[in-house]
């Protein structure tokens, strides 16, 4: 009994070590989500994918892209400008997003974000980006981070006349936005399905960050819509509203 006890547990720790490198590989996604129930599909980049090929980028797999332009209060992503015009030549859907940093004040960070992001009617609505890691060791009071949050949606909502999305996990979404209001969520979970309370939804759900896409060397963060295009079409085309 003790010998088969050791077999299986040898051949746990092998299926779990195979699938680890697979996972870290990118071979094995383990929350793939099916085409069927997600269609509307895309990709986050920033300037450490380096220079993307983007009519190579499959429109079959990839119908939007979030680009990464700017960070904290002065930061600016310096392959923005380039990737911002040559998404919309490869005929993708695109938006821009912010790194938002824990130690400055968000009416600084939104005028940074507001300088560099231009307000076209066609493009996805703003995007924040939450999350500790590769954030400041600065850990203001939730009220503190959460008036300055507001602070840089107000001023982002001013300008471009849109809802902003904010993207996070679920670490960051339990320390510093509870009870703050997102109507518009995007939810980074890779290792299973989001788990979300009842009164939580959300829009975009990044499933994966180490996809492979033709037109992108190495990996790459991807994502999917909740909804079908005409509804991904209407989400674009909608202004003002907080609601989805």
Do not use: C
């Not at 993307?52 to 923005?80: C, M, N």
């Amino acid at each position: 009994m003790n010998k088969r006890r050791a077999l299986i547990a040898v051949a746990i720790a092998l299926l779990t070590g195979a699938a680890l490198v697979a996972y870290f590989r990118g071979t094995w996604i383990p929350n793939f989500p099916p085409k069927s129930a997600f269609p509307v599909r895309g990709i986050d980049v920033s300037r450490h994918q380096g220079a993307i090929q983007w009519r190579l980028i499959p429109h079959d797999e990839v119908q939007f892209v979030y680009i990464k332009a700017t960070e904290g209060g002065d930061s600016r992503d310096s392959r923005f400008a380039e990737n911002w015009k040559a998404s919309a030549d490869a005929g993708l859907r695109r938006g821009a997003y912010h790194f938002f940093t824990l130690k400055t004040p968000g009416a600084q960070q939104a005028a940074n974000f507001t300088a560099v992001v231009p307000n076209e009617p066609d493009a996805l609505p703003p995007a924040i980006d939450l999350e500790f890691w590769g954030n400041s060791s600065v850990r203001p009071p939730v009220a503190e981070f959460q008036r300055e949050l507001n602070a840089f949606i107000s001023a982002v909502r001013s300008f471009y006349g849109r809802e902003p999305v904010l993207y996070t996990a679920m670490d960051f979404k339990t320390d510093y936005l509870d009870g703050f209001p997102v109507p518009r969520l995007w939810i980074r979970s890779v290792i299973t399905a989001p788990r979300l309370p009842n009164s939580d939804n959300w829009i975009f759900w990044q499933f994966s960050e180490k996809m492979r896409v033709r037109g992108i060397e190495g990996f790459v963060d991807h994502n999917v819509f909740k909804g079908n295009n005409d509804e991904f079409q209407s989400f674009i085309n909608r202004r003002g509203s907080p609601s989805p």
